[in-house]
């Protein structure tokens, strides 16, 4: 999406957001890699594999890839196929993206919605990973709050970018 607004400056606060989703996608993601090395290590040199080492890969990966829907949106940088729309002409393109955004946002809240709705239902019965019994539900209502942090983004970057084009024109 942000090849119509490529040198427009992102909005305010977007830096210090953008830091915050990195630094915490870096410490999932090294969290990630390092309990992926104990466990192979455990496994293949000393016969002890790292117990829960598959529900926590699952929990953190879920973590991360939901983590990363605010940061994708926040930058504009959502995987776009542009078989038509290129073809449109220039002027209509600001006016296309935050169409797009708008449609991707009603998606993306829908999503959260239902994850929402399914992270309380687990949380109701009670919902634990079967060899470590962590709750389950927190970390659907995460998914549920990025999801929906996604949404917001995935429709104000593209307005915020129209805005500023009709205030250019």
Known sequence: MSE??????PPRGAFGLRAALAVLGGILLMALMGMTVTDVIGRYLFNAPLRGATELTELLL???VFLGLPAVALADEHVTVDLVTDRLPRA????????????????????????WVYASQIGGYGGTTTTLAIPIAPLGYFCAVCTGVGALLTAAV????????????
């Open 4 to 9: 119509a607004t490529p040198d427009a400056p």
């Open 62 to 64: 879920a973590a991360v």
């Open 92 to 115: 209509a393109q600001p006016w296309r993206l935050a169409a797009a955004g708008l449609f991707s946002a009603v998606v993306l809240a829908v999503v959260a919605w239902r994850v």
């Open 158 to 169: 593209p307005a915020i970018a129209l805005a500023r084009h009709l205030k250019g024109h």
